[in-house]
Nanobody
């Protein structure tokens, strides 16, 4: 069992930066792949980034590649999403998720989810 709590969301102007954190509890976190997803009003939840259990491999959606960076600290049981050069279209609720399987872009493959944190980017 893994419990996830996101933080770090807020209101930022276009071009600004935010760093999201996802604190995990549970004995198996270090053996899970982690992902970030987002959901804007009226839209489906979409993949943002994922990272393997070791942190050695990451994948990003085309819309955030080059602007966002996912990382993790297994000692602290945390996953992070550094978001730079934010755009109004990045506005969404951001969710952290983990899977005991391989790192994946598919939301259905994730076993545990956080409650989400709101990110709003003003133009």
């Amino acid at each position: 069992q893994v419990q996830l709590v996101e933080s770090g969301g807020g209101l930022v102007q276009a071009g600004g930066s935010l760093r999201l954190s996802c604190a995990a509890s549970g004995p198996t976190f270090s053996r899970t792949a982690a992902g970030w997803f987002r959901q804007a009003p009226g839209k489906k939840r979409e993949f943002v980034a994922t990272i393997t259990w070791s942190g050695g491999t990451t994948y990003y959606s085309d819309s955030v590649k080059g602007r966002f960076t996912v990382s993790r600290n297994n000692v602290k049981s945390a996953v992070y999403l550094q978001m730079n050069s934010l755009k109004p279209e990045d506005t969404a609720v951001y969710y952290c998720a983990v899977t005991t399987g391989l790192a994946t872009m598919k939301a259905n493959d994730y076993d545990y989810w956080g409650q989400g944190t709101q990110v709003t980017v003003s133009s």
